[in-house]
């Protein structure tokens, strides 16, 4: 299905370029589904997020002005907004990501990065868990993975699943 295809969501407006993804945290907003929705637009508090009109227009990312702040993750109904940091430091990035399931994981737990299709891609290390009640209930959890599959992990396995 081409929707799992990495290419695809690449080549949606709210991507960020190569190197932007290279400087520091950045938003990556994989939303490809044209339906009325602008959380991630109000949300943003530096305005790099435009939907406009009509309201079904797909997310764009100006990455000029993207923080990589992450108020837009929470927001997003589809969990499709993903705040990518691949300078975090020089063999690993983070991928910071909405985690709707409880229990939440604990800061330094080992995990199972997946990928779209909930495939486990690496072994990860939790360093950031925002709790739901401070982020629109949803909590947003920051995993660091080795830097060459921060394209590719949109999601966590907690021991707890296995």
Known sequence: MKY???????????YPSKERLKKGPVAVIEC???????PCETACPFGAIKVGKPI????KLNEKKCK????????CPG????????????KEATVSLPYEFLPLPEKGEKV????RKGKRV??????????????????????????????EVRNIRCSIFK
């Open 68 to 75: 990589g702040c992450g108020k837009c993750i929470a927001v």
């Open 79 to 90: 969990l499709a907004i993903f705040v990518v940091d691949n300078a975090f430091n020089e």
């Open 112 to 115: 199972d990065a997946l990928n």
């Open 122 to 151: 690496c072994s990860g290390r939790i360093i950031k868990i925002i709790p739901p009640e401070k982020n629109n209930h949803t909590a947003v959890v920051t995993v660091a993975i080795p830097k060459k599959y921060s394209g």
């Open 4 to 14: 799992f295809e990495e290419k695809f969501y690449q080549n949606s407006p709210g």
């Open 56 to 59: 079904i227009n797909l997310p």
């Open 32 to 38: 490809v589904q044209e339906i009325p929705c602008n």
